[in-house]
């Protein structure tokens, strides 16, 4: 029995609309987090119109999925002959860059184009999220000024963006990064048409349970009015995580169990790579009729693979009772578990089933109820 893949549609929908109706500006789809195209369908049929595209393959797939979205291709270091693709074949005209050699690069690959949005990306501390972006990209802020400059001049628009990490736990990271946009601003004394916030808008997961979503919309939207830009000038945020999460799960089978560890037929080369290389824990639960009644314990997971780094050190906290045979869900895998499957050592995960309950855990329903339990057939 392989792992089978359990999505819930509803819940992206829900989440999609959520950002379209209140975030204060446009939302775009970061799609590396989740680049199904069942799942793109669903979020432009929701009304998600703009997607965040990091490669010429991410702009391939969604150019040939929505033939009428907006694309913009936010990798701040571009292949030239991928931003050409990008341009003159799928109608890209937003670029991000984070330096005189990417914007050089995008005006040559583009033939010193009239029509770019060009979004520099200033570099921000990532001290309040879980999954630090800090040192990859961005410019340094004694650079800051001759960059916003130049892009200035070359630009239809011009925008700055940043990216606070992934899995930001408090609005004070907006409220941090915004700060450092308007110092770029006053320095360079440019005008500026788009503020991009990035994402890291984050989910819920065991340990890390951040506060309602509407409190960052607030506090961003506080900050971008403060800010010395352009009278008609919009603002932009990429949530990646916070749209997909909770759109999919996993069911995985118990093959062995050794005190406190249990094996499991998916782990760190499929859906569980955050589980394992960087310690993510995500809600479990038991499947089993009737529900068992013993106490909850710590385990931790080795996944189907013959490699050692095949663990996932949780703790997952299920029933003492757990054991070989047992079918155990993996719940918010919506967001990179898809994505950074492999199918190393002949594993994987091949059966997808729709079901219409609710996620184990979601920050779109005020009730915050508990999830029904799921019944499949296996």
């Known amino acids: 029995m392989q792992p089978v893949t359990l999505i819930r549609p509803h819940a992206a929908r829900r989440a999609a609309r959520f950002f379209v109706e209140k975030f204060p500006g446009r939302s775009i789809y970061a799609v590396k987090a ?4 069942e799942l793109i369908q669903l979020l432009w049929d929701s009304g998600i119109t703009h997607f965040d595209v990091a490669s010429i393959a991410e702009v391939r797939l969604v150019s040939r999925l929505l033939p009428e979205a907006t694309l913009c291709f936010m990798h701040p270091v571009k292949a030239e002959e991928a931003i050409a693709e990008a341009y003159e074949h799928h109608g890209v005209r937003v670029f991000s860059l984070d330096s005189m050699d990417e914007l050089e690069k995008i005006m040559r690959a ?15 501390s ?3 999220s879980k999954l630090s972006l800090a040192s990859k990209f961005g410019v340094a802020p004694d650079e800051a000024k001759a960059l916003l400059f130049a892009a200035r001049q070359a630009a239809d628009a011009l925008g700055i963006c940043f990216h606070v990490g992934s899995q930001a736990m408090t609005p004070d990271a907006y409220a941090q990064a915004m700060h ?3 110092q770029a601003i006053v320095d360079a004394a440019v005008t500026v048409d788009v503020i991009d916030v ?3 808008f984050p989910s819920s997961y065991p340990g890390m349970e951040p506060p309602p979503l509407e409190l960052y919309f607030q506090t961003i939207h506080r900050a971008f009015e403060d800010l010395p830009i352009s009278y008609s000038a919009e ?9 997909c999460a909770e759109y999919s799960s996993l069911v995985v089978r118990v093959e062995k169990r050794r005190g406190d560890e249990l094996y499991i037929n998916d782990g760190a080369y499929g859906a569980l790579f955050d589980a394992a290389h960087i310690g993510w824990r995500f809600p479990v639960t038991l499947l089993r009729e009737p529900e068992s009644e013993a106490k909850d314990i710590a385990f931790s997971f080795y996944g189907p693979t013959c490699d050692d780094l095949d663990h996932m050190a949780g703790p997952f906290l299920l029933p003492a009772v757990t054991r070989a045979g047992d079918y155990v869900e993996i719940g918010m895998l919506g967001a990179y578990g898809c994505a950074m499957r492999t199918g190393f050592n002949g594993f994987g ?6 079901v219409t309950d609710e996620p184990m855990v979601t920050l779109y329903d005020a009730a915050q109820r508990p999830a029904a339990n799921n019944v499949v057939k296996l």
């Open 126 to 128: 990532s001290e309040h």
């Open 349 to 354: 995960s091949v059966e997808t089933v729709v």
């Open 110 to 124: 583009t033939g010193n184009a009239t029509d770019l949005t060009l979004c520099v990306r200033l570099r921000v």
């Open 180 to 182: 450092r946009v308007r």
């Open 198 to 200: 990035g994402g890291g």
């Open 235 to 243: 603002l932009w945020a990429e949530p990646g995580r916070a749209l």
């Open 34 to 37: 989740n680049p199904s195209p």
